[in-house]
């Protein structure tokens, strides 16, 4: 799409218990490539622009793009813009030009002359493309309009493309980035020999030697998984065991709702005849195949065919409300089932309350013949989302000294945009147990921007509302009981920003809790900064080959820091490529776990998932909390009538303070807000 991927390798210092270490790990970029604009524009946007480039996909693809830096040639001479915005098309724009040296000129008497004819006139360049609209290139501070014809046009190579994938980009280039550990071991031991740390100069004056003949070797544990119970086909509870990292569903779902009334929805493009036997096929199995699970199911669904029309699906399902559904089976087929989703979503979620499980229709057809595996994977997302239980995990079998009055409560947090603006909001989530067995979740969500310009915005600054919130939710499920103990997990925070997030989100939980709590004895509380984007790989070799580390690999010693109590975790088994640890830093603990307690009880969280049946990279209730807010994308916060345009050029703030930061939660359909829709 006129982006690529580049292969580079990251390097960076730490200090640990073992001394300073040199980190050092393969990277992938993606980067603009150097194409004529062009082409660049067609494979970007998938269409052939010469042929029909209307205004709507003009404006957005301008937003895209604005600040690139391009260059021509045209000229004779490289000369280097930046891409400011479009324009009117070569053959419309004109400009006034003196005949008789052929310069730009303002004099009454000058002639005017169109790009086109310039450019042909002045260096004999014949346009194939005059229709499509002049790129504005502006060099420096110079406001004066430079009108460029895109086929004049490059783009500079190695500009870092930071831009968002969408799902199939994505996932072609996790496929090319996909390195097992053999050969990114063999790569990172090429880079070090090839940098000759022992020859740099500077290293030299500063006497620092790099050991460059093998990496750490570090003493590592593995810990035990938990056993995850679920209902006896019959009555009773079975025990399902974790092998390598995953288990298998062969009995009842440990809870199920009762399905009184229900129904299929398809949007999108009118059927064809295969598609309605597609359509009726999964009609006519799906039910019995969730009875497999334990579902009891008192009728069988409706199929209802609708089109793509936005009024069509709020009208359809606002009928499926009032006919009491307690599931929607919503089918997506088209060319922009992304924008479907998004509108089903917003519609169900905030304006109905009507609860959704999306299923792609291409998904659907491809699955068709292997549809026992296809629903297995979707019933356990529909079971949360109805408020069933998949398995149980007794987590407190993980902590050795743990009283039977203890009620723990986990929370997850994730932040989306760190850097935000009124039109790109900071994105913030929070999630929390709602149940006995910590397996039903709620979550609250809440937008924060500054009120100009951008500014990074590190901490949630509605915490403490968020945090009430989903204490109430716990007390209302759990016969008016509180927690004593709250375990809470922090996505989305840079190493220097901790002292930050540390002031000010623990004394938010904590002032929640007075208010929550009021006369009663307030719980302990333990913090926990979970950060999964970072350069660290652990490798096991056994004399032969070089092989990934087993789920549940924790190194707590050797490379951590030198003071404070962090550990790595490897929870889940690396299906393909090299497995990335999690690393867990402990920045408050009033319960006082042991670091045995903490990390046997996160690694025990990995595995409460309820999409999936196998140990997740990081504990559930973050995930939940980073699904919550990726979910959040489709949905409003209300009224954006205060909020003002972000001009493109608008500098970050050199400082700003939480006065500065305005906020809005976000409201969901009460018949839904304390369920896990973000399943």
């Known amino acids: 799409d006129g982006r690529g991927v580049a292969k580079g390798f990251s390097q960076s210092l730490f200090l640990t218990r073992t001394g300073p270490t040199l980190n050092v790990n393969l990277t992938f970029t993606c980067f603009y490539m150097p194409l004529n604009f062009v082409q660049f524009a067609c494979k970007y946007l998938r269409k052939d622009i010469t042929t029909n480039f209307n205004e709507r996909e003009k404006k957005a693809f301008e937003k895209i793009i604005r600040n690139l830096s391009i260059e021509t040639m045209h000229t004779g001479r490289r000369i280097f813009y930046r891409l400011h915005e479009f324009g009117r098309s070569a053959n419309e724009i004109m400009f006034p030009i003196d005949e008789g040296n052929e310069g730009t000129s303002d004099a009454t008497g000058s002639k005017q002359i169109s790009v086109v004819d310039y450019l042909k006139k002045k260096y004999n360049r014949k346009l194939m493309y005059p229709h499509l609209p002049c790129i504005n290139g502006i060099k420096g501070n110079q406001s004066k309009p430079n009108w460029l014809p895109m086929e004049v046009v490059t783009l500079v190579e190695w500009q870092r493309a930071i831009k968002p994938l969408d799902k199939s980009q994505r996932g072609n280039v996790s496929k090319n980035t996909i390195i097992e550990p053999e050969e990114r071991y063999t790569e990172v031991m090429k880079i070090i020999r090839n940098n000759q740390y022992e020859r740099d100069p500077y290293l030299k004056e500063l006497n620092i030697h790099v050991h460059d003949k093998e990496m750490l070797e570090i003493n590592a544990r593995v810990l035990s998984p938990p056993e995850i119970k679920y209902r006896r086909r019959g009555q009773g509870e079975v025990i399902e065991h974790v092998n390598y990292g995953t288990w298998r569903i062969r009995n009842w779902f440990y809870t199920t709702s009762k399905i009184h009334s229900w129904g299929m929805i398809y949007f999108g493009d009118t059927p064809d005849e295969y598609t309605n036997n597609v359509l009726e096929d999964f009609q006519d199995r799906l039910p019995k195949l969730l009875k497999r699970n334990g579902f ?33 089976i919503v089918i997506l087929n088209s060319y922009t089932t992304d924008t479907l989703y998004s509108i089903v979503k917003s519609h169900a979620n905030q304006k109905i309350g009507l609860m959704t499980q999306c299923v792609n229709y291409q998904a659907l057809k491809h699955n068709i013949n292997k549809l026992e595996m296809y629903v297995e994977n979707i019933s356990q997302k529909i079971n949360g989302k109805l408020g069933g239980i998949n398995g149980v995990i007794n987590i407190k ?11 723990f409560m986990f929370f997850g947090a994730d932040v989306t945009h760190s850097t935000s603006s009124s039109d790109r909001p900071s994105i913030a989530a929070v999630v929390g147990s709602r149940d006995l067995t910590n397996s039903l979740y709620a979550a609250r969500i809440c937008e924060q921007y500054p009120k100009k310009g951008r500014c990074s915005i590190e901490i949630i600054k509605e915490l403490d509302t968020m945090v009430i919130d ?40 904590k002032s929640a809790c007075r208010i929550v709590y009021g006369n009663r004895q307030l719980p302990q509380i333990t913090f926990i900064v979970v950060k999964k984007r970072h350069n660290t790989r652990f490798f096991l070799y056994d004399g032969q080959h070089t092989m990934n580390v087993q789920a549940g690999t924790v190194i707590d010693q050797g490379i951590t820091h030198p003071s404070q109590f962090d550990f790595y975790l490897c929870s889940q088994a690396a299906r393909m490529g090299t497995s990335r640890p999690a690393l867990y830093h402990v920045l408050h603990d009033d319960i006082g776990f042991t670091s045995d307690a903490i990390q046997q009880l996160t690694y025990w969280l990995c595995h409460t998932d309820m999409r999936c049946t196998k140990s997740v990279s990081i504990p559930a209730p973050v995930h939940y909390a980073h699904l919550a807010a990726y979910a959040a994308r ?46």
Request: net charge negative; proline share 2%.
């Open 296 to 328: 009891i199911i008192h009728t069988d669904p409706s199929l209802i065919i609708k089109s793509s029309r936005e009024n069509d699906i709020h009208c359809t399902l606002l009928d499926a409300s009032k006919e009491k559904w307690q599931l929607a």
């Open 397 to 407: 079998s993980a902590l050795n000294h743990s009283s039977k009055d203890d009620l």
């Open 470 to 509: 989903l204490l109430r939710v716990f007390a209302d499920s759990c016969g008016d009981r509180l927690p004593n103990k709250i375990v809470f997990y922090r996505d989305g925070v840079d190493e220097g920003h901790y002292q930050k997030v540390l002031n000010h989100e623990v004394n938010k939980i």
């Open 634 to 679: 489709t949905l409003k916060f209300g009224e954006d009538d205060d909020k003002e345009s972000l001009d493109e050029d608008t500098e970050e703030p050199e400082s700003y303070s939480l006065d500065d930061i305005k906020t809005k939660l976000m409201t969901l359909d009460e018949k839904l807000v304390d369920d896990m829709w973000f399943l």
